[in-house]
Nanobody, 127 residues
Framework: QVQLVESGGGLVQAGGSLRLSCAASGRTFRRYAMGWFRQAPGKEREFVAGISWNGGSTGYADSVKGRFTISRDNAQNTVYLQMNSLKPEDTAVYYC????????????????????WGQGTQVTVSS
């Protein structure tokens, strides 16, 4: 069982930066691949970024590639999402997720591959 708590969301102007954090409970955090998803009002939840258990494999949605960076600190049981050059279309609730199935050495991009989800943190980018 893993519990996830996101933080770091807020209101930022276009072009600005935010860093989201996701703190995980439990001693088995390093066994999970992790991901970030987002959901804008009236839209489906979508993949943003994923990372393997040791950080050796990462992947990004095309819409954030080159602007967002996912990383993890297994000693701190935390995964991060550094978001730069933010755009109004990045406005959404951002969710952290953990996957304990399949190959942990690769990132995962499908919602169905994730077992645990956080409550989400709101990111609002003003124009």
């Amino acid at each position: 069982q893993v519990q996830l708590v996101e933080s770091g969301g807020g209101l930022v102007q276009a072009g600005g930066s935010l860093r989201l954090s996701c703190a995980a409970s439990g001693r088995t955090f390093r066994r999970y691949a992790m991901g970030w998803f987002r959901q804008a009002p009236g839209k489906e939840r979508e993949f943003v970024a994923g990372i393997s258990w040791n950080g050796g494999s990462t992947g990004y949605a095309d819409s954030v590639k080159g602007r967002f960076t996912i990383s993890r600190d297994n000693a701190q049981n935390t995964v991060y999402l550094q978001m730069n050059s933010l755009k109004p279309e990045d406005t959404a609730v951002y969710y952290c997720a953990a996957s304990g199935r399949g190959n942990m050495s690769v990132f995962k991009f499908q919602m169905g591959e994730y077992d645990y989800w956080g409550q989400g943190t709101q990111v609002t980018v003003s124009s």
